[in-house]
Nanobody, 123 residues
Framework: QVQLIESGGGLVQAGGSLRLSCAAS????????MGWFREAPGKEREFVAA????????NYGDTVKGRFTISRDNAKNTVYLQMNSLKPEDTAVYYC????????????????WGQGTQVTVSS
């Protein structure tokens, strides 16, 4: 069982930056691939980024490539999402998720989810 708690969301102006954190419980954090997804009102949950448990493989959604960076600190059981050059269309609830599989982009492969943190980007 893995419990995930996101933090770091908030209100920021377009062009600004935020860093989200996701703290995981348990001693086996390093065995899980970690992902970030987001869900805007009226839209489906969208893949943002993922970091594999081994080999350091990362994946990014097309809409955030070059602006967002995912990283993880296994010693702190934490995964981060650095978000730069934010746009109003990045406004959403951001969710952290864990899977025992690779750095996958589809929600159905993730077994554990956090409660989400709101990110609002004003124009």
């Amino acid at each position: 069982q893995v419990q995930l708690i996101e933090s770091g969301g908030g209100l920021v102006q377009a062009g600004g930056s935020l860093r989200l954190s996701c703290a995981a419980s348990g001693r086996t954090f390093s065995l899980y691939s970690m992902g970030w997804f987001r869900e805007a009102p009226g839209k489906e949950r969208e893949f943002v980024a993922a970091f594999s448990q081994r080999g350091g493989t990362t994946n990014y959604g097309d809409t955030v490539k070059g602006r967002f960076t995912i990283s993880r600190d296994n010693a702190k059981n934490t995964v981060y999402l650095q978000m730069n050059s934010l746009k109003p269309e990045d406004t959403a609830v951001y969710y952290c998720a864990a899977t025992s599989l690779g750095a996958l982009t589809t929600t159905r492969y993730y077994n554990y989810w956090g409660q989400g943190t709101q990110v609002t980007v004003s124009s």
